[in-house]
C-alpha cells in the first residue's frame, strides 16, 4: 500500500503543483491534442471555428489528462485512452459551451465566449456537435462497459444543469441540493475520466472503486473551490468576471452559508440581489463583507478540502509511483488555488 504525502499549501504557484502530471502524460496528451484537432474538423466551417476558438483559447486539459495519469497508476500502456481522453474533453467543452449560453456569460478562458462572438444558437448546436463526436470515439473503442460510464456521465451531467436551472435565484437552496448540482455538473465527468482507464486496463473492482471515489471527491473539492473564487479572486485568475456568479442570481455555498447565518436585515440583501436581480453599484462589495462576516468562503475552502482528503485516501490503494505522486498533487492543486 502506497504511503500518501501529505497535502500541504506550497507558496508561490499553485500551476506548479500540476508539472509533475504535465510532464507524465506529455507524449500521450500530444497525441490527444491532435485527435482534438482532427475530430473537431468539419465541412461546415463554422463548427471548427467556433469549436476551436474554445479549445485553443488554453485551458489546461486536466481532465483528458487525469484519464491517461490514471492510466499509467493503473499499468495501461496501450493506445485506446489517447482518444477516450479526447472524448472527455469534447464532452467538457460542450458542456462549457451550453453553460455560457444558460448563464449568459460574455467571457470564457478571458476571451470572448463564443457566444458573445457568434450567439446562442451557433454555440448550442456546435456544443451538440462536439456531444455527438464524443459519442463516435466512444463507440469507436468498442466497450460497452466505457460507452456505459462516458454516457452515464453525460446524462448525469444534463441532469445537473436542470437541477441548477431548478435552483437559481432561490436562496433557501439547501446545502445538499447544491451538493447534487455540482457532484451532476463537474464531479460526474472527473470520475468518469479516471474509472474509464480502470475500466480499459482490466484492473479488479476495487481499484475501479478507489478511481471512481478519486475523481469524484476531486472534482467536488475542484467545484467548491471555484465557487469560492468567484468571490474572493481577481478577474485575471479565474478567466472571467469576477461576481460572475451573483449577477446571475447563481447559488452556490459561499451564498447558502452567508443567507443561512444572516440577520433578516442580510437576507432581505440576498433576496433582493439573488432573487429579484435587483443589483445596485456596491452589493458585490457588500456581498464579499457578509461573507468575510460568517466565514462563508473559509467554509467552502474548508468542505473542498475535507473532499480533498477523500480523495487522497482513495489513492492509497495504488503502490507508490510517479503517476500516484502527480495525481496527489493534482489534488493539492484542487484546493490551494488563490481565494
Known amino acids: ?66 484519464t491517461i495519469g490514471a492510466g499509467q497508476l493503473c499499468g495501461y500502456s496501450g493506445d485506446r485512452l489517447v482518444p477516450l481522453a479526447a472524448c472527455v474533453e469534447f464532452i467538457h467543452t ?9 448563464d449568459g456569460s460574455d467571457l470564457r478562458r478571458g476571451l470572448d ?72 455538473k463537474t464531479a460526474a ?14 484492473r479488479p473492482g476495487d481499484e475501479e472503486d478507489a478511481l471512481v471515489s478519486f475523481g469524484l471527491n476531486l472534482g467536488l473539492a475542484f467545484q467548491l473551490v471555484d465557487d469560492a473564487l468567484d468571490y474572493s479572486a481577481r478577474q485575471a485568475e479565474l478567466g472571467k468576471r469576477v461576481g460572475d456568479d451573483m449577477r446571475e442570481g447563481k447559488i452556490t455555498l459561499p451564498v447558502i452559508l452567508a443567507f443561512r447565518r444572516g440577520s433578516e ?10 432573487e429579484d436581480l435587483e443589483q445596485e453599484d456596491g452589493d458585490f462589495d457588500r456581498a464579499q463583507a457578509l461573507m468575510r462576516r460568517h466565514g462563508a468562503i473559509e ?15 482513495a489513492l492509497g490503494l495504488f503502490p507508490d509511483s ?11 492543486f484542487c484546493v490551494t488555488r488563490d481565494y
Open 113 to 184: 465566449s463564443a457566444n458573445t462572438l457568434w450567439g446562442n444558437k451557433a454555440s448550442v448546436l456546435v456544443g451538440d456537435f462536439l456531444f455527438s463526436r464524443a459519442f463516435q470515439l466512444m463507440v469507436a473503442d468498442g466497450s460497452l462497459r466505457v460507452l456505459k460510464v462516458l454516457s452515464d456521465a453525460s446524462a448525469i451531467i444534463a441532469e445537473g444543469e436542470v437541477r441548477q436551472l431548478a435552483a437559481s435565484n432561490n436562496t433557501r437552496t439547501e446545502e445538499i441540493e447544491y451538493l447534487r448540482v455540482i457532484e451532476a
Open 265 to 274: 436585515e442580510e437576507r432581505r440583501f440576498w433576496c433582493r440581489t439573488m
Open 189 to 202: 465527468l472527473f470520475s468518469a475520466a479516471v474509472q474509464i482507464a480502470a475500466v480499459v486496463a482490466d
Open 322 to 332: 510517479p503517476a500516484l505522486r502527480a495525481l496527489v498533487d493534482v489534488i493539492t
Open 299 to 313: 467554509d467552502t475552502v474548508a468542505r473542498a478540502r475535507h473532499h480533498a482528503s477523500i480523495a487522497r485516501d
Open 1 to 66: 500500500m502506497a504511503t500518501i504525502v501529505p497535502m500541504s499549501r506550497r507558496r508561490g504557484e499553485p500551476d506548479t503543483l500540476l508539472e509533475p502530471l504535465v510532464t507524465l502524460v506529455q507524449d500521450d496528451m500530444d497525441r490527444v491534442n491532435t485527435t482534438i484537432i482532427e475530430q473537431m474538423q468539419s465541412p461546415v466551417q463554422l463548427i471548427p471555428r467556433l469549436a476551436g476558438h474554445l479549445i485553443e483559447a488554453g485551458g489546461k486539459r486536466l481532465r483528458p489528462m487525469l
Open 94 to 102: 460542450a458542456t462549457l459551451l451550453h453553460d455560457d449560453v444558460v
